[in-house]
């Protein structure tokens, strides 16, 4: 008896401490933003290439793997030990420990750093309905030169034997703007598809940066062209840049810049629907205009892609994204999910330099 009570005392006390330190950690993050920018490009760097390393030698998401097996462990545990609250819930607390800490250091201190755009010297301030209305005719015109016009379309397709292909070249596209943007530079693992893709897709997902893992993981189930820009969004929270509208404007930089041509499709497309929700906000007969000189390829893909996330509309995804409004908000993003269009301002600002 005095044994099992010293095992729970240990495990309360372990997950209270780290508790407490991811708190410490996250409070002194939130206030000394020169702690966080020297956290993000020196020690997470070294956890990227450590941690992010050895779990990139699995082909599959490690993060998956575990939350399976911890749901088994805690379904099991609730069975064999239903009677004993105190030995119960002193391990609850000695996981969440483990987890903040985890999620503190591979992700929730990066928050607070510097973002991507002020190492890049670009500000995302106002612009006009006309800078707004040029940059839409430009991805337009890109979409359309990089979509493919042959019979062949294999090159094109996630499904049709490009899975690893596709994963290398997210890697090679990262690195290659690493080239331009020091920043950005250094180690990547391959992004990683779930096996259970249903699981992101059912919460309207197109992917997830594990910080328990530094794993970059995407869905496979979705529509082919969402796929190498969301890799490449995906790998950019491992250069610490965790803000989703930047990650966005990241993966979109990599992609265009990739010698890939799908995954140029990838990112002016992507680009097109950020963009062309702005324009149709702000002048909707514009907006019908140019979507209508769209090449047929780009109309059929983003139908398909309408109709795929679609299936998903329901209770489950709306509690997803009020969660990750709230969970984006808890982070200092006070918009929450609005953020997410600020990577049309980044456009702008790029293009406009």
């Given at each position: 008896?005095e044994?099992k009570a010293g095992k729970n005392k240990i495990?309360l006390?372990?997950?209270c401490?780290?508790?407490a330190?991811a708190?410490?950690l996250?409070?002194?993050a939130r206030?000394c933003?020169s702690f966080?920018d020297?956290?993000?490009?020196g020690?997470?760097?070294v956890?990227v290439?450590?941690i992010?390393?050895l779990?990139?030698?699995?082909?599959?998401?490690?993060?998956?793997?575990l939350?399976?097996?911890?749901i088994?462990g805690?379904?099991v545990c609730?069975?064999v030990r239903w009677r004993?609250?105190?030995?119960i819930?002193c391990?609850?607390?000695c996981?969440l420990?483990?987890l903040?800490?985890?999620y503190t250091?591979?992700c929730?201190i990066n928050?607070?750093?510097?973002?991507f755009?002020?190492?890049v010297?670009l500000e995302?301030?106002?612009h006009?309905?006309?800078e707004?209305?040029?940059?839409c005719?430009y991805?337009?015109d890109?979409?359309?030169?990089?979509?493919?016009?042959?019979a062949?379309?294999?090159?094109?397709?996630?499904q049709?034997?490009n899975?690893?292909a596709?994963?290398?070249?997210?890697v090679a596209?990262?690195k290659?703007?690493?080239?331009t943007?020091e920043?950005?530079?250094g180690?990547?693992p391959m992004?990683?598809?779930?096996?259970?893709s249903?699981i992101?897709?059912?919460?309207?997902?197109c992917?997830?940066?594990s910080?328990?893992?530094?794993?970059a993981?995407f869905?496979g189930?979705m529509p082919?062209?969402?796929?190498?820009?969301?890799?490449?969004h995906?790998?950019s929270h491992?250069?610490?840049?965790?803000r989703?509208?930047?990650a966005n404007?990241i993966?979109?930089?990599?992609c265009?810049?990739?010698d890939s041509?799908?995954?140029?499709?990838?990112?002016?497309?992507?680009?097109?629907?950020?963009a062309?929700?702005?324009?149709?906000?702000?002048?909707?007969?514009?907006?019908?205009?140019?979507?209508a000189?769209?090449?047929?390829?780009?109309q059929?893909?983003?139908?398909e892609?309408?109709?795929?996330w679609?299936?998903?509309?329901?209770?489950?995804?709306e509690?997803?994204n009020?969660?990750?409004?709230?969970?984006?908000?808890?982070?200092?993003?006070e918009?929450g999910v609005?953020?997410?269009?600020?990577?049309?301002?980044l456009?702008?600002?790029?293009?406009?330099?």
């Amino acid at each position: 008896m005095e044994i099992k009570a010293g095992k729970n005392k240990i495990c309360l006390l372990v997950g209270c401490l780290l508790l407490a330190a991811a708190a410490l950690l996250e409070l002194i993050a939130r206030h000394c933003g020169s702690f966080a920018d020297w956290y993000a490009r020196g020690p997470y760097r070294v956890l990227v290439g450590s941690i992010g390393r050895l779990t990139g030698l699995f082909p599959f998401s490690v993060v998956e793997l575990l939350l399976y097996i911890l749901i088994i462990g805690c379904v099991v545990c609730l069975i064999v030990r239903w009677r004993e609250s105190v030995w119960i819930l002193c391990r609850v607390i000695c996981v969440l420990g483990i987890l903040a800490i985890f999620y503190t250091c591979n992700c929730g201190i990066n928050y607070y750093a510097k973002a991507f755009s002020s190492y890049v010297g670009l500000e995302a301030g106002l612009h006009s309905e006309e800078e707004l209305e040029v940059l839409c005719e430009y991805l337009v015109d890109m979409v359309n030169e990089s979509a493919s016009v042959d019979a062949d379309r294999t090159d094109m397709s996630y499904q049709s034997g490009n899975q690893t292909a596709w994963k290398q070249e997210s890697v090679a596209a990262m690195k290659k703007l690493g080239e331009t943007y020091e920043v950005l530079g250094g180690f990547y693992p391959m992004p990683k598809e779930l096996l259970v893709s249903w699981i992101l897709s059912v919460q309207q997902l197109c992917g997830v940066y594990s910080p328990f893992t530094i794993e970059a993981n995407f869905n496979g189930d979705m529509p082919d062209y969402n796929i190498p820009h969301t890799m490449c969004h995906e790998l950019s929270h491992l250069r610490g840049f965790m803000r989703e509208d930047e990650a966005n404007f990241i993966g979109y930089l990599a992609c265009v810049g990739s010698d890939s041509r799908a995954f140029r499709y990838s990112g002016y497309l992507t680009g097109w629907v950020y963009a062309g929700n702005q324009l149709a906000a702000a002048d909707w007969e514009r907006y019908a205009e140019l979507n209508a000189t769209l090449c047929e390829q780009a109309q059929q893909d983003l139908r398909e892609n309408n109709a795929y996330w679609d299936q998903y509309e329901g209770k489950v995804a709306e509690v997803s994204n009020q969660v990750n409004d709230a969970y984006l908000k808890a982070n200092g993003r006070e918009d929450g999910v609005k953020s997410y269009g600020r990577m049309v301002d980044l456009m702008l600002a790029y293009y406009g330099d």
